[in-house]
């Protein structure tokens, strides 16, 4: 059985792991339960490298969001999801989540570590929430998990964010450039280059679940 010395050295692991991912004061004292005082003495020496700025503090801002910061939200709540169903703790799924994000994607990272907090704090109805706001839906169509508000069903034929993202790829630019494939020599291909980004979403693949 875990010793009070091992559940501490645990939350300042998960600490420095979220500190090195960017993570305010306030996020990493709610993850860890570390006071925000002693996650600074312990991983911010000076001062001026404390992220800084106003966190989201509500899930209105991905409704409202474009199609590729929905797909990069997604992305990181389809991981978390995975990794809780896998029997993580909410904050290690986090990290492993973001880790994720970054891997399947390119810097500079639209979601912040921060704004990743947010959003699983919705899903799950932990941390900022008192209850969830957002949930994981599996589309019918292309077989993708995707986040939607409680209580959306997902039906076929109304398209999820990765089959609109499949639909605009070959016209958008932006697209193109945020979510790179290897060289296609039609459509067909190039959909088959997406579809095996997207695996990374499926439940049971392997990549940043730990052993």
Not at 41 to 47: N, T, V
Not at 50 to 60: F, L, N, V, W, Y
Not at 80 to 86: A, E, I, M, T, V
Request: one cysteine or more.
């Amino acid at each position: 059985m875990p010793t009070r010395g091992d559940r501490h050295l645990r939350s300042v692991r998960l600490a420095k792991q979220l500190a090195a991912l960017g993570a305010r004061l306030k996020t990493i004292h709610l993850v860890t339960g570390i006071p925000p005082r002693q996650v600074q003495r312990l991983f911010f020496p000076d001062a001026r490298t404390i992220p800084r700025g106003r966190a989201p503090d509500s899930a209105e801002w991905y409704h409202g969001a474009n199609l590729i910061m929905r797909i990069d939200a997604c992305i990181i709540g389809a991981k978390y999801h995975q990794l809780r169903d896998l029997g993580l703790s909410a904050g290690e799924a986090l990290v492993f989540a973001d880790r994720a994000y970054q891997a399947a994607t390119l810097p500079p990272y639209r979601i912040s570590l921060d704004r990743a907090f947010n959003l699983v704090s919705y899903i799950d109805g932990i941390w900022l929430a008192r209850a969830p706001a957002l949930s994981i839906l599996t589309c019918p169509d292309c077989g993708c998990e995707f986040i939607a508000a409680v209580g959306t069903i997902a039906h076929p034929g109304q398209a999820c964010p990765f089959c609109k993202l499949l639909e605009r790829f070959h016209l958008d630019h932006r697209i193109q450039a945020s979510y790179p494939v290897r060289p296609a020599i039609d459509m067909t291909e190039c959909q088959l280059g997406m579809l095996a980004l997207f695996h990374k979403l499926s439940p049971g693949t392997e990549g940043d679940t730990p052993a």
